[in-house]
């Protein structure tokens, strides 16, 4: 972990030099950083560690100034008056007071929105629908900008938006009203997402958001701070273009105590594992996680930052990601060797699944072997087969995973669906209701359900009953079937049984309207059932939701949970008496087959992760440079010996390995090196902060 005074000169020189010099610096490689975002349409979070408060201050200024002069929207809050733990109200104060470029840059939403329409004074709502559905956003604050966009009713919409913002439903009291929701708690991470794709439909590159005086998440109480450190680490993983936030920078800066002591970032470890400093490779690349205010990197260079080609916008959001911690949700093949058995079972299982009902299996490895990554290549094959994928992530069990009432809406927003840039089940759902012609074809599915005799029927004539009697069909279904009145409901087997039948519905849709094949259901992290605190008592509460999950009861789908060697063993040894304990309870569902996840958990061959040999390590090696390559040009030398002699995990070997070219590329560059075999001026003229693009934008 970066600490706060690492580096830091005795004898108490005058530092304003250096200061200036390592601002100048950041601000260079905030260059490349967003030319990275932008094409690649990912998101990434850094964290600065200042010295003092004017610091923190003095960086923020610079920081967002620079960005919206590359055509960036920027907003800069405090988080000694905004908490993380009340994110609708950070997202509130985004969508109201972000700022763009200009002297006369306008701030916020409404009026970003009446500049469009004067920018586009005939056709301002066609465009900006058009936009809407090249950046794949659907949603409430899509329906509020198109309304704000058409001259009759721009003036009613701006009342609606400024309610909307202070968690007013509107759908509620206003009668054919196409707003479902408002901004709440619990929908302003998907609020955040759907934002950052309007600024790209207004014209813009992205969004930078700076938060300033993080000291202050590690003076919470304890539980509000796990929560702040808990949506942080949340953050960092939201990265992947299609169901995260698009070409966005998170910023955050803070002394010494958010890094260092008890109460610090550390003391999360998922999110300490994302923002270690990976290497000591020396000077800092520009995505690195987490990085100094102060160092002794020396005088700024005078190069422009380097833009990539658009045929490599995979590969770079492939390194983006690994620099911040978290395994490639894409290209996922380039950084895999040695799992050629693994992928021969994942066929397997994947067509058992469709012949015989379902499929369970463990995949069995300890801490950082590579569990995660190996989750994500099932997922990338199984989208690519037509497979929904949807997590579950035992990361917290007080995340209700034992109520499926309550994690059912979380299961759906943490879901992939295989269509172009992967977009959740709820937003699938948020596109469906608010097209006339799909929301016909998704009505007429569910009339076909309901004359069947299963369980998905049971949610399918309760749809019907609830369309029948409301003013607006299309809202009733999405509010249904997204869960949005199971978030309160408490563990009882009625409520139980109706978070299984509103699922079961909505596999079933999906496979007669999109025709997909069954779901894929992966559950990572069983062995959170084991740390300390959790209790025999909160362990069968899981069980009995994992009896439904995995015993059986949705139909074709395969399901694969990961486990550590240790937390299996325990499992099985204590899952006998634990799932009896289910099965004879009064309040158990028959969907809840304790009996059946019994006897697969007694019975399965777990899949182990396959160690490393040798000749696996040095191909891993060579992919990883090769991505690199890809997205920096070849060429950036790197001795490969100490690599191959490496025991380290395979996701702690790339992201060191990735922080070292990244390092030495950004050092060359420096130097003004020129990238072998690539014209950058001409590319570098696209990117050129003073162009404006199509809607007048730098």
């Not at 709440?184 to 955040?192: H, K, Q």
């Not at 061959?605 to 490393?612: D, E, F, W």
């Not at 090769?626 to 395979?650: C, I, K, M, Q």
Request: glycine share 8%; aromatic share 4%.
């Amino acid at each position: 972990m970066v600490h706060p005074n690492q580096g830091k000169r005795a004898g108490g020189e005058d530092w304003a030099g250096d200061k200036a010099a390592a601002t100048a610096n950041e601000l260079i490689r905030l260059d490349q950083a967003l030319i990275d975002l932008k094409l690649s349409e990912g998101s990434e979070v850094t964290l600065f560690a200042c010295t003092c408060a004017e610091q923190q201050q003095n960086l923020a200024l610079a920081l967002t100034d620079r960005a919206r002069r590359w055509g960036f929207v920027t907003a800069t809050l405090s988080l000694s008056t905004h908490s993380l733990t009340e994110l609708d109200q950070v997202v509130r104060a985004v969508i109201e007071g972000f700022e763009t470029a200009g002297r006369n840059g306008e701030r916020g939403l409404a009026a970003n929105l009446r500049a469009f329409a004067r920018r586009n004074p005939t056709e301002a709502a066609a465009r900006f629908a058009r936009a809407a559905v090249r950046w794949g956003v659907a949603g409430d604050l899509t329906t509020l900008c198109l309304g704000l966009l058409a001259a009759d009713t721009s003036e009613r919409c701006g009342r609606r938006l400024e309610a909307w913002l202070d968690g007013i439903e509107l759908g509620r009291v206003e009668p054919n009203s196409a707003l479902r929701g408002a901004l709440t708690e619990r929908t302003a991470r998907r609020a955040l997402v759907e934002f950052t794709r309007l600024v790209r439909c207004l014209g813009y590159s992205g969004l930078v958001l700076c938060l300033t005086d993080g000291d202050h998440l590690a003076r919470r109480p304890p539980r509000q701070r796990e929560r702040a450190y808990t949506l942080l680490r949340e953050l960092i993983d939201n990265f992947d273009s299609g169901r995260g936030m698009t070409s966005t920078r998170l910023i955050i800066t803070g002394g010494e105590r958010l890094f260092v002591g008890q109460t610090s970032l550390r003391s999360l470890p998922a999110l300490a594992s994302r923002i270690e400093t990976p290497s000591t490779a020396a000077p800092p690349p520009p995505h690195r996680s987490c990085a100094q205010a102060e160092s002794d990197e020396g005088p700024p260079s005078g190069s422009r930052p380097q833009p990539v080609e658009a045929r490599a916008r995979r590969a770079l959001r492939t390194l983006i990601r690994v620099a911040q911690g978290l395994p490639p949700t894409e290209a996922v093949a380039s950084m895999s060797v040695g799992h050629e058995r693994i992928d021969a079972v994942i066929t397997d299982l994947l067509a058992h699944a469709r012949l015989a009902g379902s499929v369970f299996s463990v995949l069995e490895g300890d801490y950082g072997t590579g569990k995660t990554h190996l989750l994500l290549h099932l997922a990338d094959r199984a989208l690519a087969a037509g497979h929904p994928v949807f997590r579950l992530n035992l990361e917290r069990l007080n995340l209700d995973l034992g109520n499926p009432a309550r994690h059912y809406g979380r299961l759906l927003a943490d879901s992939e669906l295989p269509m172009a840039r992967r977009p959740t089940a709820l937003e699938w759902l948020a596109r469906a209701t608010r097209s006339p012609a799909t929301c016909g074809a998704l009505l007429r599915a569910i009339e076909a359900v309901a004359v069947a005799r299963s369980e998905a029927s049971i949610a399918a004539k309760r749809v019907l009953r609830i369309t029948r009697g409301t003013h607006d069909v299309p809202a009733g279904i999405e509010r249904f079937l997204g869960g949005r009145d199971l978030e309160n409901k408490p563990g009882s087997p009625v409520h139980r049984r109706d978070a299984y039948s509103r699922l079961l519905l909505l596999t079933e849709l999906f496979q007669r309207i999109q025709r997909w094949q069954g779901p894929v259901l992966l559950i990572d992290e069983a062995e959170n059932l084991y740390v300390s605190g959790v209790s025999r008592a909160a362990r069968r509460t899981a069980l009995r939701s994992l009896a439904f999950y995995c015993g059986g009861a949705l139909p074709s789908t395969c399901v694969v949970m990961t486990s550590t060697p240790r937390a299996l063993a325990k499992l099985r040894y204590e899952a006998g008496e634990l799932l009896h304990d289910v099965s004879t309870m009064g309040n158990s569902l028959a969907a809840e087959d304790a009996e059946m996840l019994s006897r697969r958990l007694m019975r399965l061959s777990p899949l182990a992760v396959p160690a490393l040999a040798p000749e696996h390590r040095a191909e891993l090696v060579a992919r990883v440079v090769a991505t690199h390559a890809a997205v920096r040009g070849p060429g950036w030398p790197l001795e490969v010996g100490p690599w191959l002699a490496s025991n380290e995990p395979p996701r702690v070997l790339i992201r060191r390995l990735v922080d070292e070219l990244e390092s030495s590329w950004w050092r060359h560059r420096r130097a003004g090196a020129a990238q072998p075999g690539m014209d950058r001026t001409a590319v570098q003229d696209c990117f050129d902060p003073a162009a404006p693009d199509a809607n007048g934008h730098g």
